[in-house]
T-cell receptor
Framework: SQTIHQWPATLVQPVGSPLSLECTVE??????LYWYRQAAGRGLQLLFY??????ISSEVPQNLSASRPQDRQFILSSKKLLLSDSGFYLC?????????????FGPGTRLTVT | DQQVKQNSPSLSVQEGRISILNCDYT??????FLWYKKYPAEGPTFLIS?????DKNEDGRFTVFLNKSAKHLSLHIVPSQPGDSAVYFC?????????????FGRGTSLIVHP
């Protein structure tokens, strides 16, 4: 069966520090991968998605970046965090060609920028 | 501009009664709709979906209704149980356009009282 892992589960970082969040998927190949952020009282905001290794699409211009160094690995990074980067970060995956379109989400990372 | 709107941020229901969560969308091109359930500090989990060629889809206690002319969908939970207490997200996508990327609403927090 497929599983998706995210770490760390929680993170407290000072303003201006770097960030690296990692997401890995098991049990599937060539998934589409997504990074979302849920800010307090808000919905799910799509940040980045990837349809393959090295292929990243950005939905929202900001100080975050994403990379996909391996088929089932998706990394969210920042060189300098802002207070507004605080939120709940979610990684998700889908596979094409199955005829279904639901996304499968990881457990999330709670980021607090102080 | 929100393309998917969940105008009720919260809903309180007695155990055993029906819960009705509503969702409106503005893009008439959306052709696939999904509901996700999210517990605190966890990732959303897929609940039920409906294609625009249908007006109803049922799965156990959960039924989704789609009214394309009104650009409105609703999720009915009957009977409601305390374990249903969670945030429910509505999502819509352009599946026929090859996009598996849904647009999410801001969520409705459902509280089911024993």
């Amino acid at each position: 069966s497929q599983t998706i892992h995210q770490w760390p589960a929680t993170l407290v970082q000072p303003v201006g520090s770097p960030l690296s969040l990692e997401c890995t998927v098991e049990g599937t190949s060539n998934p589409n991968l997504y990074w979302y952020r849920q800010a307090a009282g808000r919905g799910l905001q799509l940040l980045f998605y990837s349809v393959g290794i090295g292929q990243i699409s950005s939905e929202v211009p900001q100080n975050l970046s994403a990379s996909r160094p391996q088929d089932r690995q998706f990394i969210l990074s920042s060189k300098k965090l802002l207070l507004s980067d605080s939120g709940f970060y979610l990684c998700a995956w889908t596979t094409e060609g199955t005829g279904t379109y639901e996304q499968y989400f990881g457990p999330g990372t709670r980021l607090t920028v102080t | 501009d929100q393309q998917v709107k969940q105008n009720s941020p919260s809903l309180s229901v007695q155990e055993g009664r029906i819960s009705i969560l509503n969702c409106d969308y503005t893009n008439s091109m959306f052709d696939y709709f999904l509901w996700y359930k999210k517990y605190p500090a966890e990732g959303p989990t897929f609940l039920i979906s409906i294609s625009s060629i249908k007006d109803k889809n049922e799965d156990g206690r959960f039924t989704v209704f789609l009214n394309k002319s009104a650009k409105h969908l609703s999720l009915h939970i009957v009977p409601s149980q305390p374990g249903d207490s969670a945030v429910y997200f509505c999502a819509a996508s352009l599946a026929s356009g090859g996009s598996y990327i849904p647009t999410f609403g801001r969520g409705t927090s459902l509280i089911v009282h024993p």
